[in-house]
């Protein structure tokens, strides 16, 4: 049995949750979030909370999407209401990163610079090597900031590169001179 399936979602004010077929939309105050499910899971909307069942426990699938898709709705209700965000720090001589335009463009000590595209939905800020990713789409804010943090991640010599704002990077000590 799934713990977190079980819970009864409140929704909150100003929020908004409606179910047309398989498809569950959230309107809150940040905006609009809309996700299709499968049909192995009743996802019921009533009287202000969100509830999930799954239509056979026997079934190893509906048991895994179960706490998966109460999991997706909390995200979606959050989002809509606080939003997300990740921090990058970036740490290295000559290293930069500046926003312009759409494009995140990053010196990443390669012979070329690098320019990413920010995605619809992201606002992304860059002052000093400290990158903020912020939106209302949790697994959007994840994914890019990965994708980021995958172009140069941090080394563990000197911890040159990318890292999240709170992660520690384990060290490792260099050279020993005899």
């Known amino acids: 049995m799934s713990r977190i399936g079980k819970q009864i979602i409140t929704i909150p004010e100003k929020t ?3 179910k047309n077929g398989l498809v569950i939309t959230v309107k809150g105050p940040k905006g609009s979030l809309s996700r299709s499910f499968r ?4 996802i019921t909307v009533a009287d202000g909370t969100v509830t999930f069942l799954p239509k056979s426990t026997a079934d190893i699938l509906s048991r895994a999407l179960w706490g998966t898709y109460a999991s997706h709705v909390q995200n979606m209700i959050e989002g809509v209401n606080t939003g997300f965000s990740k921090k990058l720090i970036l740490e290295g001589v000559g290293f930069k990163s500046e926003v312009k335009g759409k494009n995140l463009e990053l010196a990443l000590g390669f012979s070329h610079g690098v320019s990413v595209p920010i995605p619809e ?31 140069k991640k941090p ?5 040159k590169g990318f890292h999240y704002d709170g992660e520690v990077v384990r060290r490792k000590q260099g050279k020993k001179s005899a």
Do not use: C, H, Q, W
């Open 121 to 151: 939905g992201l606002t992304v800020t860059a002052e000093k090597n400290n990158i903020t990713i912020t939106g209302i789409d949790k697994e959007l804010v994840g994914a890019f900031s990965a994708k980021i943090r995958g172009m």
């Open 39 to 42: 049909s192995e899971i009743e």
């Open 155 to 159: 080394e563990p010599y000197k911890g």
């Open 16 to 18: 908004e949750v409606t």
